[in-house]
């Protein structure tokens, strides 16, 4: 019985997802700026203009799947913090 438990509990997958507020400004293609923190975040394919947006960066991980989500809705991949 315990050994049938175990076995959900190690199919359950585990996303550890943050969430941190940002404002985020466009400073090249793929490159935009937190001004609160100064972070640069290198994203992929993005082409939403932003300046001084309010937007939500959701953060798994170095090699999780990362997203910028800006207050127009849409969300972009993040790859790299810098």
Same mark, same amino acid.
């Given at each position: 019985m315990l050994f049938g438990?175990?076995?959900i509990a190690a199919a359950v997958p585990l996303h550890a997802f943050e969430y941190?507020?940002?404002t985020v400004s466009r400073i090249d293609k793929d490159l935009y700026r937190d001004h609160d923190s100064k972070t640069l975040i290198e994203t992929r394919y993005c082409y939403?203009? #932003?300046n001084r947006d309010n937007a939500i960066l959701r953060?798994?991980?170095r090699y999780g799947t990362n997203k910028l989500i800006?207050?127009?809705?849409?969300?972009?991949d993040v790859? #790299?913090?810098r």
């Open positions: 438990a175990f076995l941190y507020r940002v939403e203009y #932003a953060w798994e991980g800006f207050s127009s809705d849409r969300v972009c790859i #790299a913090l």
